[in-house]
Each structure stands twice: as structure tokens, then as C-alpha cells.
């Protein structure tokens, strides 16, 4: 069983900067891969971005490239997101996602076995 607890959401200004982090306890997080994923008020859960267990493949959606950077730190078993330039159309309950084996398509929140409560970022224009 892993443990997913997100953190650094909040309120802030379009054109400014957030870092969520996601906190993971209980099994081994390394082997991990973690995703990051949104839902913002009467729209569906999208893909944000993903990482593989060794850092160094990072995968995003088209809408966030260039201004999301997903990045971990094993050694403290903590998934982060790095948002800037946030736009209105950011706003949206941020979740952290985690599975134990390999995901071929790391897009697809279904692949993921555990869930986060979630961070809530709101932008305000």
C-alpha cells in the first residue's frame, strides 16, 4: 500500500509560480511511476504530467509544456510539479498518481493505482 499526501496548492496571481509536492510513504517508492493529474469544476480528470522511476523521463501534456517541470527526489520519496507562468485556466484540483510497475501509457489515469487526496490551485486573473 502506498501513502500519497499533495501539498503547495493555493491562491496566487495569473503569471506567478507554484511547486507542488507529493509526499509518498508505505511501499517502495523508487520503482515507482508518478503522474500528476487535474480536474477543475464541471470538466473531466486530465493528464498534467509523468515521470519514470529513474527521473530522467518526463512526459507532459501538450497544454502545460513549457511552463509545468515534473521532477522527483527518491531519497525523500517526494514527487514535485513546478508551474509557472499560471494561467486562469489552471485552476483545477491537482492530484498526485502513483503505480508500482511499469506503465506503458503514462497519460492514462486508470493505469495508476493509487491516488492522492489532491492541492487545490486556484489563479485569479
Not at 511552463?67 to 499560471?86: C, E, G, H, Q, W
Amino acid at each position: 500500500q502506498v501513502q500519497l499526501v499533495e501539498s503547495g496548492g493555493g491562491l496566487v496571481q495569473a503569471g506567478g509560480s507554484l511547486r507542488l509536492s507529493c509526499a509518498a510513504s508505505g511501499r517502495t517508492f523508487s520503482t515507482y511511476a508518478m503522474g500528476w493529474f487535474r480536474q477543475a469544476p464541471g470538466k473531466e480528470r486530465e493528464f498534467v504530467a509523468a515521470i519514470r522511476w529513474s527521473g530522467t523521463n518526463t512526459y507532459y501534456a501538450d497544454s502545460v509544456k513549457g511552463r509545468f517541470t515534473i521532477s522527483r527526489d527518491n531519497a525523500k520519496n517526494t514527487v514535485y510539479l513546478k508551474i509557472n507562468s499560471l494561467k486562469p485556466e489552471d485552476t483545477a484540483l491537482y492530484y498526485c498518481a502513483s503505480n508500482p510497475s511499469y506503465i506503458n501509457r503514462l497519460g492514462a489515469g486508470s493505469q495508476y493505482a493509487y491516488w492522492g487526496q489532491g492541492t487545490q490551485v486556484t489563479v485569479s486573473s
